[in-house]
């Protein structure tokens, strides 16, 4: 069974630029969550989908939003990237939202902003 | 919102030892508690988790405690191995929101020979 996809992997920009994350999620898993990783503030959770659906939002700036389409995948959109943005982003998929059993996480996209 | 505290930051045992790392919560409606392990340059893995309802779970060398009345779980690893060394991060989430997790800032376990 494949496990939670994230692409790219690496990805460089240019303050200023806006960037488009993707993760698919363990076949079945139908939510979504993000999460971004800073040696400075550690694990925040940037938001969570299900069917579709945002469920919960972290405390982030509007910068950050995201998406999810019908096969459970999901993109996570940030505009105009602050050097700040610089973090590993990960994605973890479970089957429901609300039992945390399978909640897998992705290896992540390393995005540098210079 | 939710609040979570993780000691040590830094811990570093030897191979054979126990290793013990605290985490305190904020939220007294939080019910879900699982624990991470972070190898470098590797995504977070599940190891062990406990709900409210139970006061303590083990797996093999690995043991979680929760105090709902102090607000604070622990994670228990015995008889150490080098392969224990990584980032083990807790967190909590409330009813209903297992995927919305507040994570404790992460100890680094070295488990040295």
């Known amino acids: 069974k494949a496990g939670v996809t994230q692409t790219p992997r690496y990805l460089i920009k240019t303050r200023g630029q806006q960037v488009t994350l993707s993760c698919s999620p363990i076949s079945g898993h139908r939510s979504v969550s993000w999460y971004q990783q800073t040696p400075g503030q550690g694990l925040q959770f940037l938001f969570e989908y299900f069917s579709e659906t945002q469920r919960n939002k972290g405390n982030f700036p509007g910068r950050f939003s995201g998406r999810q389409f019908s096969n459970s995948r999901s993109e996570m959109n940030v505009s105009t990237l602050e050097l700040g943005d610089s973090a590993l982003y990960l994605c973890?998929?479970?089957?429901?939202?609300?039992?945390?059993?399978?909640?897998?996480f992705g290896s992540g996209t390393r995005l540098t902003v210079v | 919102g939710e609040n979570v505290e993780q000691h040590p930051s830094t811990l570093s045992v030897q191979e054979g030892d126990s290793a013990v790392i605290k985490c305190t919560y904020s939220?007294?409606?939080?019910?879900?508690f699982p624990w991470y392990k972070q190898e470098l340059g590797k995504r977070p893995q599940l190891i062990i988790d406990i709900r409210s309802n139970v006061g303590e779970k083990k797996d093999q060398r690995i043991a979680v405690t929760l105090n709902k009345t102090a607000k604070h779980f622990s994670l228990h690893i015995t008889e150490t191995q080098p392969e224990d060394s990584a980032v083990y991060f807790c967190?909590?989430?409330?009813?209903?929101?297992?995927?919305?997790?507040?994570f404790g800032t992460g100890t680094r376990l070295q488990v040295t020979l």
């Open positions: 939220d007294s409606a939080s019910n879900y």
């Open positions: 967190a909590a989430s409330r009813p209903g929101t297992a995927s919305k997790l507040t």
């Open positions: 973890a998929s479970s089957g429901s939202p609300g039992q945390g059993d399978g909640y897998t």
